[in-house]
């Protein structure tokens, strides 16, 4: 799957899942750009990827998604694949808790208004190079919670899963394709992140195969829905989950 002299945006690579597809299609060829706000881990996973162009950004500022844009233009004239990987949850008390309101925006605003910002931005230059975006959505957006507290994570990503087959539908007749990844859990540090007091493997027997994924494995479809070997792909939600979802 070559990506030679694609120039491809991945948001969040600097951690977990966006990390291990920047390395990858840095591997395969293509012009990474990699988005992320944590500067030392973005320089840890750079210095693993070819000539990156590292952009410190929070995607849920307007600001911040027409810079990460701009950037990418300016320095290689295209884009050919957007990433919309950048992710987060937060731990709540839920709807009987006095920060729901903040939570819910929180995460609203980065897992779901920055997609479609940056798809917004990004669609003119896709057009040009009939490029495609695979946004990594989440089991979550098609199961219910297991926990309480976890409506605002689990409504961004059904909110994600239905803006892709609306961005797909709008943007197909220009010949770009839009699909999402729906991972079931994955070891990266998101659950450390979100200050979550249990670790990826107590998942593991909630699975049909009774085991979490590694990053690499979500690398592998994204770049396999990037590429043209999907090229007959849109409006997609692959879910790669263990058989988590059938499960629960
Ligand atoms: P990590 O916490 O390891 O990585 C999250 C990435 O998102 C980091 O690079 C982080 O960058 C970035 N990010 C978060 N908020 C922002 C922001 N406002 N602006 C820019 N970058 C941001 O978790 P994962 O790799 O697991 O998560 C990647 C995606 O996968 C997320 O969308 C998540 O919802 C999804 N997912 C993960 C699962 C799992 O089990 N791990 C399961 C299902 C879905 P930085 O810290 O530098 O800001």
Redesign the pocket.
Known sequence: MSFKNKVVIV??????????AAKLFSDEGARVVM?????K??SAVAARCASPLVI??????DD?AKRIIDETVKKFGQIDVLV??????INSGGLLASDMMSTYDTIM???LR?VVHLTSLAAPHLIKTKGNIVN?????GSTSPMNPGAAS?HV??AGMNHFTVCAAAELGVHGVRVNTV?????????????KLPIG?DI?APMTLLNR??E?EE?ADLILYLASDKARGITGSNYLS?NGMAIKH
Request: glycine letters at 10%.
């Open positions: 948001t969040g690579a600097s951690s977990g899942i966006g990390a291990a988005v992320g706000r944590n500067e881990k973005l410190r950004a929070d995607v849920s500022k911040d919309n990987n950048a992710g987060l949850t605003n980065i897992n920055a990594v959505s989440s089991i979550a994570y961004s990503k729906s991972p079931g859990p994955v070891r990266t540090d998101f659950f450390e992140n979100a990826v998942f979490v994924s990053p979500m989950d």
